[in-house]
């Protein structure tokens, strides 16, 4: 079932609305409601570490719980957001902010472009939900991020917690090649467009 402007334009009102609950609660769980059952969610620390979830209770346990040990307080604030009613699906940039102050009373954030891109799909009731995200971010950022706040004795108990687990050893977490889905969705359209090759040589170019 297809997805008009209209229907895009206001689930994704509720998923803004629903964000900003969950970041008031410091529990992101509540987020899994807006996935399908069987949904896919992932991302690349790594080129040979990523993180996946199956299904819209993976996503709770594990997406949008485990691996936001230790972000009470964060917030992911949408900066832009482009639509494809054509094809159900939605981009979202964000800034990762900390809700920290440095001593100059400047919030600590995640200075690289994060985003997420999400397909969107009509359950049997009509109602969107989202069947597949993928986010990206700065990965050199954010850890300059953390250390920055570790450096400054500013970071809480949680955030230390989280910076002293070991990523590859956390339900979710893949190498490349034993992953679940695949990184690049598979109902993602993928354009390919033929460009001419140039066999002239150099010399041939110039006259």
Same mark, same amino acid.
């Given at each position: 079932?297809?997805l008009?402007?209209? +229907?895009? !334009?206001?689930?994704? +009102?509720?998923?803004?609305?629903?964000?900003? =609950? *969950?970041?008031?609660? %410091?529990?992101?769980? &509540?987020?899994?409601?807006? $996935?399908? @059952?069987?949904?896919?969610?992932?991302?690349?620390?790594?080129?040979? =570490?990523?993180?996946?979830? &199956?299904?819209?209770?993976?996503?709770?346990?594990?997406?949008?719980?485990? =691996?936001?040990?230790?972000?009470?307080g964060?917030?992911? !604030?949408?900066?832009a957001?482009?639509?494809? =009613?054509?094809?159900?699906?939605?981009?979202?940039?964000?800034?990762?902010?900390?809700? &920290?102050?440095?001593?100059?009373?400047?919030? $600590?954030?995640?200075? %690289? &472009?994060?985003?997420?891109?999400f %397909?969107?799909?009509?359950? *049997?009731?009509?109602?969107?939900?989202?069947?597949? +995200?993928?986010?990206?971010?700065?990965?050199?950022?954010?850890?300059?991020?953390?250390?920055?706040?570790?450096?400054?004795?500013?970071?809480?108990?949680?955030l230390?917690?989280?910076?002293?687990?070991?990523?590859?050893?956390?339900? %979710?977490?893949?190498?490349?090649?034993?992953?679940?889905?695949?990184?690049?969705?598979?109902?993602?359209?993928?354009?390919?467009?033929?460009?001419?090759? !140039?066999?002239?040589?150099?010399? @041939? *170019? *110039?006259?």
């Open positions: 079932m297809s008009t402007r209209a +229907q895009l !334009d206001a689930f994704w +009102q509720e998923w803004l609305a629903a964000n900003r =609950e *969950a970041e008031r609660r %410091g529990d992101w769980s &509540i987020l899994a409601d807006c $996935y399908t @059952e069987n949904a896919t969610y992932g991302w690349m620390y790594t080129p040979d =570490e990523h993180f996946m979830a &199956i299904g819209r209770e993976e996503i709770r346990k594990y997406a949008v719980g485990t =691996e936001m040990a230790g972000l009470e964060w917030h992911y !604030d949408y900066q957001t482009v639509m494809d =009613e054509t094809n159900g699906m939605i981009v979202g940039f964000w800034k990762q902010r900390s809700g &920290i102050m440095d001593d100059a009373g400047q919030e $600590y954030e995640v200075l %690289g &472009i994060g985003g997420s891109w %397909g969107v799909e009509a359950e *049997a009731d009509g109602k969107p939900h989202f069947a597949w +995200q993928r986010d990206w971010f700065d990965l050199g950022s954010t850890a300059h991020t953390f250390l920055s706040i570790l450096g400054a004795g500013k970071a809480p108990p949680g230390q917690a989280r910076m002293s687990v070991d990523g590859k050893s956390q339900p %979710g977490h893949y190498s490349a090649a034993d992953l679940p889905a695949p990184l690049w969705p598979p109902k993602a359209p993928v354009i390919m467009r033929n460009l001419p090759t !140039d066999t002239a040589s150099p010399g @041939e *170019a *110039a006259q």
